[in-house]
């Protein structure tokens, strides 16, 4: 475990590992698999049975694929009935041709039908999802997508794709069995089509896809129901979520309060005509409670706010941001800080410079690359980037010799260590020119407070988040400085 243990950091599961939970609790400890399918199965019950569209007299259908996903929906549907909610399954295979888990799942809800005379007349208990059964589907207020989970590698065929056609065009609220079918569960971007849930019932755990870039928006509201599967010992755990703030963001001093104790932020401006980056970063600094920031420069450029100072030497610096505004000064703005062991905020213009510097500077620093950035720095395309985002904000902390990583994005990526956390975002009002600028000034006060380069870039994306959850589309950059909020 190499990051600090925070109870704001929540562990995350790869597909791999949730195969291994099941796995371990069913071979090692002895658990019978149809027994945490049924545990399962009633959960996601409960979930549908509690959804303030479900009245009685609802109707529901439940899609069921082949494997344990499937076997999940055939429990569910069967508690569902037993509960007096009309769910109906179409299913991909018929009971008799499934295998495992899955095979006995089915069998008891046909059993079921069978004993208490359900499915007779003009709705039978099941349908194969045939042209027919799928032409019904829309007309069900609630759909239960029980196609495919975690243990899905690759992207859904042309038939699987055409019934999750028809889930989304339905006008249904739709509940998803551990991840919407065609999700990838490790966080890369789907290449094919995927259901659009409003509510993702998982398992233990939550997974990548379910707070990643590419997956959050798919699974809507997720539900976490906690099922006895347990964790083969040893694990090294290496996926985090960071679900609220990740410490005190500042802490009052004991002894006496000055300025100085806050930190001293540096700013390394950019030419003239690219001012404002630098004067973006400098206000966000000043809002995430730095006690002094200063623009290295010899005199003072006139659109130069009061707040902020001029510094013609980097030495009291006790942290600094480069890159906003450099373009290509990049030589001359790596020349003013070089002489300096400061802990650095990279960005932008500095960002490809910093590759030489890396393994050499003498303090922890935090690089804040956006997409397009990191592609550069990998020799990829923004499009690879963005479909592999963990991967890029890990390949980028080893590149650059272990200093930690913020991949930017809707849904920040923060890598150290070989340790990946997921900050939650969807922020529209982030998403303004100099957003970047400001988050930079934010983690650059963090670190001149004497936070680890880890614990600034976790509390510098997190508050710039918080800041953005608090405005509304159409707002400025300066706004989001002025909205960041380090409490007391």
């Known amino acids: 475990m190499l990051l600090p243990r925070r109870p704001s950091l929540s562990p995350l599961q790869t597909a791999q590992m949730a195969r291994a939970h099941d796995k371990f609790t069913i071979e090692t400890l002895g658990v019978p698999g149809v027994a945490l399918l049924e545990r399962a199965g009633s959960l996601v019950a409960d979930t549908v049975f509690d959804l303030d569209v479900v009245v009685p007299g609802t109707r529901v259908a439940v899609v069921c694929g082949p494997g344990n996903n499937g076997g999940d929906g055939w429990v569910a549907a069967r508690h569902l009935r037993h509960r007096g909610v009309e769910a109906d399954v179409f299913a991909l295979r018929p009971p008799t041709v499934l295998k495992g888990d899955a095979r006995v799942a089915a069998l008891a809800y046909e059993e079921s039908c069978r004993q208490l005379l359900w ?24 759909l239960v997508d029980a ?78 129901a906690m099922v006895a599967i347990s964790t083969p010992p040893g694990e090294e755990q290496l996926h985090f979520v960071l679900d609220g703030a990740p410490s005190p963001t500042t802490t009052a001093p004991s002894g006496p309060v000055h300025k100085g104790v806050f930190g001293h932020v540096g700013v390394v401006p950019g030419v003239d005509a690219t001012l404002g980056a630098s004067l973006l970063a400098a206000r966000g600094a000043l809002r995430a409670g730095a006690g002094k920031v200063s623009l290295l420069t010899s005199s003072r450029p006139a659109q130069t706010p ?183």
Not at 120 to 142: H, N, T
Not at 171 to 196: E, F, I, K, Y
Request: contains cysteine; glycine residues 12%; charged residues 20%.
């Open 306 to 488: 009061p707040e902020v100072m001029i510094a013609a030497s980097p030495s009291a610096f006790t942290s600094a941001v480069v890159g906003p505004g450099w373009g290509t000064a990049a030589d001359a703005g790596w020349s003013a800080i070089d002489d300096s062991e400061v802990p650095l905020v990279v960005d932008a213009d500095a960002l490809p410079g910093f590759r030489a510097r890396a393994s050499s500077w003498g303090a922890s620093c935090v690089l804040t690359p956006h997409p397009k950035e990191a592609a550069l720095l990998l020799g990829a395309s923004t499009d690879e980037v963005q479909a592999h985002r963990a991967d890029a904000a890990q390949q980028l902390q080893q590149a650059f010799d272990g200093h930690v990583v913020v991949l930017k994005g809707e849904t920040p990526i923060v890598a150290h260590n070989g340790e990946l956390v997921w900050v939650p975002g969807h922020n529209p009002a982030l998403a303004v020119g100099g957003s970047g600028d400001v988050l930079a000034g934010v983690i650059a006060a963090r670190l001149a407070a004497g936070h680890s380069a880890i614990d600034a870039a976790l509390d510098g994306v997190w508050l710039h988040q918080d800041a953005g959850a608090r405005l509304s589309r159409g707002r400025l950059a300066s706004d989001i400085a002025d909205a960041v909020d380090v409490g007391l």
């Open 119 to 142: 499915g007779r007349g003009d709705r039978p208990a099941w349908q194969l999802l045939d042209e027919g059964a799928l032409q019904k589907l829309g007309s069900y207020p609630v």
């Open 147 to 224: 196609l495919f989970g975690t243990g899905l590698d690759r992207p859904l065929d042309v038939g699987a794709s055409l019934i999750v056609d028809v889930i989304n065009r339905a006008r249904s609220t739709v509940v998803a069995v551990d991840v919407p079918s065609g999700l990838p569960t490790d966080g890369q971007r789907p290449a094919g089509a995927v259901v659009r849930a409003d509510v993702t019932v998982t398992f233990s755990g939550r997974k990548i896809a379910h707070v990643c870039e590419a997956g959050a928006p798919l699974c809507g509201a997720v539900v976490d």
